[in-house]
């Protein structure tokens, strides 16, 4: 069936440290794929996408890759920092006749100073 | 440029009461969704309009829920008669028209029903 998951519910990590989120999805029809931060009292705000016919993309601190032989995705954060602390959602998209969004049910990123 | 907005933020209300959210999206994006999103989920896509026109509408609870975007342009989404599990953030997101466009969303409602 159609489902994006997350591998950690949680991640801990040390103020400076690299971070890595992890995301299985499921559908191999997908073909766009989105990282979205939430923070407490807001909604999801875009950080990265990465298309299918892309193994990597790179912004700003952040690096999305794509693994598609075993459906997998994934986002670092370089240094990170007290204000990444948040909820990190990955989404896929499929077309469907339509383009449909599925949101997996999210890792939450904690940082310590 | 301006977000999407939404109000009201937060909505207290009895259950089988009636309830209403309006969201604005951002100007000149044609295409706009209607999220539910539960306590420690991700965002449930119920609605999505493209212009006034309903694209996907398969998930929205259709006996309680409804939704219109009339002038393609600004939306209500409505709950009546609202249940306990209807409890949730409601987020509106809008993007640009086309192929792999990212979704912008607003802060929500926050709906409590008692």
């Known amino acids: 069936g159609e489902s994006v998951g997350l591998h950690l519910p949680t991640l801990s990590v040390q103020e400076g440290d690299n971070s890595i989120i992890n995301c299985a999805y499921s559908?191999?029809?997908?073909?766009?794929f989105i990282w979205y931060k939430q923070e407490s009292g807001k909604g999801p705000q875009f950080i990265i996408d990465i298309r299918s016919n892309m193994d990597k993309r790179q912004g700003q601190r952040v690096t999305v890759l794509l693994n598609k032989t075993v459906k997998h995705l994934s986002l670092q954060i370089a240094a990170t920092q007290p204000g990444d602390s948040a909820v990190y959602f990955c989404?896929?998209?499929?077309?469907?006749?339509?383009?449909?969004?599925?949101f997996g049910a999210g890792t939450r990123l904690f940082v310590k100073a | 440029e301006a977000g999407v907005a939404q109000s009201p933020r937060y909505k207290i209300i009895e259950k089988r009461q009636s309830v209403a959210f309006w969201c604005n999206p951002i100007?000149?994006?044609?295409?706009l969704y209607w999220y539910q999103q539960i306590l420690g989920q991700g965002p449930k896509l119920l609605i999505q309009f493209q212009n006034n026109g309903v694209v996907d509408d398969s998930q929205l609870p259709k006996d309680r829920f409804s939704a219109e975007r009339l002038k393609g342009v600004d939306s209500t989404l409505k709950i009546q008669p609202a249940k306990l599990e209807d409890s949730a953030v409601y987020l509106c997101a809008s993007s640009t028209q086309g192929d792999n466009q990212p979704q912008h969303f607003g802060d929500g409602t926050r709906l409590s029903i008692l």
């Open positions: 559908n191999s029809a997908s073909d766009y």
């Open positions: 100007s000149g994006h044609a295409t």
């Open positions: 989404a896929e998209t499929l077309n469907t006749g339509g383009f449909k969004t599925i």
